[in-house]
């Protein structure tokens, strides 16, 4: 069995925000595998289900972003789950606007919900999908307000987008593993449009 766990922020504040593209994963996947997010406990929203012939549990942490730690590791333990089958679905802000990205482990590089679960399962050896989500064109705009600035228009399209694409990454690591996820996903390149960059899925529907 996988825990598969997206990282947000609760409430309806920030449903439309980058910060929140982990939640929008699992809310996702949930809807395409007939998996109910209707359990709560453990600090957490979730629902366990199959993606494919894999047993998962789907979670959305009910902590804040920089305390996901506790409500992963109240999983994990509930479950008897070892990092190792832990899978973390976050944003990147180093990453173009949906360009997506697997690892298998490593460092939390500055993202606060990767820091709080490493420092509360003792291990950094859970899988992450990585969903790009740029950083801000304006120069004075501190990102951690960027990450939190809530989409509007054709912006809240784009996150459709880019959460179907990354739901599509999650279900090939699950059912094929990480390597395969890396083979499919990482081969896309950055394309500018107008000034920011999106990969060649978005980009052509710009077009």
């Known amino acids: 069995m996988k825990l598969i766990v997206g990282l947000g922020n609760p409430g309806r504040n920030y449903r439309w925000t980058?910060?929140?593209?982990?939640?929008?994963?699992?809310?996702?996947?949930?809807?395409?595998?007939?998996?109910?997010?209707?359990?709560?406990?453990?600090?957490?929203?979730?629902?366990?289900?199959?993606?494919?012939?894999?047993?998962?549990?789907?979670?959305?942490?009910?902590?804040?972003?920089?305390?996901?730690?506790?409500?992963?590791?109240?999983?994990?333990?509930?479950?008897?789950?070892?990092?190792?089958?832990l899978v973390v679905l976050q944003d990147d802000l180093d990453l173009a606007w949906g360009q997506i990205r697997i690892r298998v482990k490593g460092g939390h590089?500055?993202?606060?919900?990767?820091?709080?679960?490493?420092?509360?399962?003792?291990?950094?050896?859970?899988q992450r999908v990585k969903v790009g989500i740029g950083r801000p064109l304006e120069r004075n705009l501190d990102p951690a307000d960027y990450v939190l600035d809530p989409l509007v228009g054709q912006e809240k399209k784009e996150f459709q987008e880019v959460v179907e694409k990354g739901a599509?990454?999650?279900?090939?690591?699950?059912?094929?593993?990480?390597?395969?996820a890396m083979k499919r996903f990482h081969k896309d390149s950055e394309l500018r449009?107008?000034?920011?960059?999106?990969?060649?899925?978005?980009?052509?529907?710009q077009s």
């Open 18 to 85: 980058r910060h929140n593209m982990g939640y929008g994963l699992v809310e996702r996947l949930a809807k395409q595998h007939g998996i109910k997010l209707s359990q709560r406990g453990l600090k957490s929203v979730y629902g366990r289900g199959k993606i494919g012939k894999v047993a998962v549990i789907l979670a959305k942490p009910l902590t804040y972003m920089n305390l996901s730690g506790d409500a992963v590791s109240r999983l994990l333990r509930f479950f008897q789950i070892q990092p190792e089958d």
């Open 109 to 126: 590089g500055g993202h606060k919900g990767i820091k709080s679960i490493a420092e509360a399962i003792g291990s950094d050896s859970f």
């Open 168 to 180: 599509q990454a999650v279900e090939i690591l699950v059912a094929e593993g990480p390597q395969e």
């Open 193 to 205: 449009v107008g000034n920011r960059y999106l990969p060649p899925f978005l980009a052509s529907s």
